[in-house]
């Protein structure tokens, strides 16, 4: 079995640019998310943060509605320490995989890591289904619109536009969100 990983530029030692999804849909999600927020922190420097998104389950529809959001920021950990860590607040905050695709009190995605390409049995990036979620593009587009995925052609909103599925992902207001101890650059 071949695994493959791919760097499509050289930063030399900088900091590499990420982005995380993050969802909840079990006890308090506003809550859960903003504390899944605050432990990123402690390993990525969040420059841009979406608005909180109210979105349809997708795959099991018998559950919650998700809040969802999506981050941008830099961190010094390598990709697969970036997934250990955001796995570690994930398992911290209670997250149990039981049921495929089904509810969890927080799930963090790495969606992007720089501009790798990799496929490992533990790690895929860009995420492999971020271009066909709704509750991914939708707050992604809101902080980056002409972000394109590394190996992928088209930019987010393009994406997002071409979407065929109709699952319901709408904007919400929350006057904490983020935290008022987050400091977003």
Known sequence: MVYHMLRLKSYGAEMAEVFLGLGS???SPAENMREALTRICDSVAVEKLSSLYRTEPVGLSEQPFFL???????TVLGPHELLENVSSVEQTM???????MGPRTIDIDLLVYDDFIINTPKLTLPH???VERRFVLAPLVEIAP????????KTVSELLNELTCTESVEMVADADWPASDIEVR
């Open 94 to 100: 209670g997250r149990v995989r039981t049921i495929n």
């Open 128 to 130: 492999p289904r971020m």
């Open 25 to 27: 849909n079990l006890r």
């Open 68 to 74: 969802n959001a999506v981050l941008a920021g830099h």
């Open 146 to 153: 002409e972000f394109r995925p590394p190996g992928i052609p």
